[in-house]
């Protein structure tokens, strides 16, 4: 018979020590637990926060068992206790429920209900991202093949039915004539230079929102006689 791995705890000695502060000024009870090698240099005396020496009461032995689980451990098990201690699916909940710009709601639900309406709520998010992305690949779909197709009609009712506007980017370029006057100083000291004051000065602008205006450049510029 094979006998398997066995680990032995051995419980350490301590010795607790306990001290008392002034009663009418601070009064304080502090204990302190030492290996059993006895308090710090061998002297029993301890300086309370107060600044004051604490008076020396009683000490006894105590068994302290050994720690078999690590900090973070601990901590995760507490955590996981107290949530399944505190959860209530039972527990009626107030929420505020928000909608849109006007004055929000105030509902009570049981947390069952909530957690079901939540997961519900997630679903739904997955299933419209989803759907939006292939809505969106029927669109570009339809806007580069709606030009050179034999049946735009048939194009067009998709891209009502899925509410897609049909838009698609030109890239142009446009060369405009321009004239008008400019008036110097004859008796200036500065030189007259036409050509800077209307490259400087001279910029186009769109009064429709469906065009955007990128890089401009001042050609030609010469005086009209």
Same mark, same amino acid.
């Given at each position: 018979?094979?006998?398997?791995?066995?680990?032995?705890?051995?419980?350490?000695?301590?010795?607790?020590?306990?001290?008392?502060?002034?009663?009418?000024?601070?009064?304080?009870?502090?204990?302190?637990?030492?290996?059993?090698?006895?308090?710090?240099?061998?002297?029993?005396?301890?300086?309370?926060?107060?600044?004051?020496?604490?008076?020396?009461?009683?000490?006894?032995?105590?068994?302290?068992?050994?720690?078999?689980?690590?900090?973070?451990?601990?901590? &995760?098990?507490? %955590? =996981?206790?107290?949530?399944?201690?505190? @959860?209530?699916? /039972?527990? *009626?909940?107030? #929420?505020?429920?928000?909608?849109?710009?006007?004055?929000?709601?105030?509902?009570?639900?049981?947390?069952?209900?909530?957690?079901?309406?939540?997961?519900?709520?997630?679903?739904?998010?997955k299933t419209v991202s989803n759907l939006q992305s292939k809505i969106n690949t029927v669109k570009n779909i339809i806007t580069e093949?709606?030009?050179?197709?034999?049946?735009?009609?048939?194009?067009?009712?998709?891209?009502?039915?899925?509410?897609?506007?049909?838009?698609?980017?030109? &890239?142009?370029? %446009? =060369?405009?004539?321009?004239?008008?006057? @400019?008036?110097? /100083?004859? *008796?200036?000291? #500065?030189?007259?230079?036409?050509?800077?004051?209307?490259?400087?000065?001279?910029?186009?602008?769109?009064?429709?929102?469906?065009?955007?205006?990128?890089?401009?450049?001042?050609?030609?510029?010469?005086?009209?006689?």
């Amino acid at each position: 018979m094979s006998v398997g791995p066995c680990i032995i705890f051995v419980m350490t000695t301590w010795t607790k020590y306990t001290f008392t502060c002034d009663p009418d000024e601070c009064d304080t009870l502090i204990e302190v637990s030492c290996r059993d090698f006895g308090f710090p240099n061998g002297v029993t005396e301890l300086t309370c926060p107060c600044g004051r020496k604490m008076n020396y009461l009683s000490y006894e032995d105590v068994t302290i068992p050994p720690i078999t689980t690590t900090k973070e451990e601990q901590m &995760e098990t507490d %955590a =996981t206790v107290s949530l399944e201690v505190n @959860y209530n699916p /039972d527990l *009626l909940v107030t #929420y505020k429920v928000l909608n849109g710009y006007s004055d929000p709601e105030y509902a009570t639900d049981k947390v069952r209900n909530i957690e079901w309406d939540l997961h519900t709520s997630r679903q739904n998010s997955k299933t419209v991202s989803n759907l939006q992305s292939k809505i969106n690949t029927v669109k570009n779909i339809i806007t580069e093949a709606y030009a050179d197709s034999d049946d735009q009609d048939t194009l067009r009712q998709i891209a009502e039915a899925l509410d897609i506007e049909l838009m698609r980017s030109v &890239e142009w370029t %446009a =060369t405009i004539e321009v004239s008008g006057t @400019y008036e110097y /100083d004859v *008796l200036s000291e #500065y030189d007259f230079d036409l050509d800077g004051e209307i490259t400087d000065n001279l910029y186009v602008d769109s009064q429709s929102g469906a065009i955007t205006i990128g890089d401009t450049e001042v050609c030609n510029v010469r005086e009209a006689y």
